[in-house]
C-alpha cells in the first residue's frame, strides 16, 4: 500500500537512507541520518508529499521531491527521488512509488520533475527512462564521495 509518509515513519525511512548512504553513491550525503533528521525534512514543505510503500507494517521504500531551486520563477519545479530497502528491490515498488509520486505532482500543479543521476548508474537511468524521463544533461565531477569524483546526470519528465 502506498501512503503520505507521517513522522512515526522516520525511523524506518531513516533506517534505508543509511544504507544508500554508507554504502553508495546515489546520494552524496557522508553521514548517517537520524529519525529526527528525516521529520524536519517530511515537515520542510507541506505542498511536496512524502511516500512510503508499506507491506504487513513493514515499510520498503519511499519517495519524495524537492524544491529545485529557492527562486519562485522555479516553483513548478521539482527534483524527485525514491529509494527502497535494499531486500526489496526489483519487484516494482519503486516504479509504484514514482507512478504515485508524479500523480500528485501533476495534480499538484508541478509542471517539471528532474532527477540527478550520479554515474554511472545504470539501473537508475533504465528506471527513470522506462518512466519517461529524457536526459537533459550532465555535469562532470561535481560530487566528491569515497575518495573520487562522480558526475551527475539530470533527467527531466514534462508533466
Do not use: C
Not at 550520479?118 to 519517461?132: D, R, T
Amino acid at each position: 500500500m502506498i501512503r503520505k509518509a507521517r513522522a512515526s515513519d522516520a525511523r524506518s525511512i531513516a533506517s534505508i537512507y543509511n544504507q544508500y548512504i554508507l554504502n553508495s553513491t546515489v546520494t552524496f550525503e557522508e553521514k548517517k541520518v537520524d529519525s529526527k533528521t528525516i521529520v524536519n525534512r517530511i515537515r520542510t514543505n507541506k505542498k511536496l508529499k512524502w511516500w512510503i510503500f508499506e507491506r504487513d507494517d513493514i515499510l520498503m521504500g519511499y519517495a519524495y521531491s524537492t524544491k529545485w531551486k529557492t527562486r519562485s520563477a522555479y516553483r513548478f519545479t521539482v527534483e524527485s527521488s525514491v529509494y527502497v530497502a535494499q531486500k526489496y528491490q526489483h519487484k516494482g515498488i519503486g516504479k509504484a512509488l514514482y507512478i504515485n509520486l508524479i500523480k500528485s505532482l501533476k495534480d499538484d500543479g508541478f509542471r517539471r520533475i528532474l532527477a540527478g543521476i550520479s554515474l554511472p548508474n545504470n539501473n537508475s537511468v533504465i528506471f527513470h527512462e522506462k518512466l519517461g524521463f529524457k536526459k537533459v544533461g550532465q555535469l562532470e565531477a561535481v560530487g566528491y564521495k569515497f575518495n573520487r569524483w562522480i558526475d551527475v546526470g539530470y533527467w527531466e519528465l514534462k508533466i
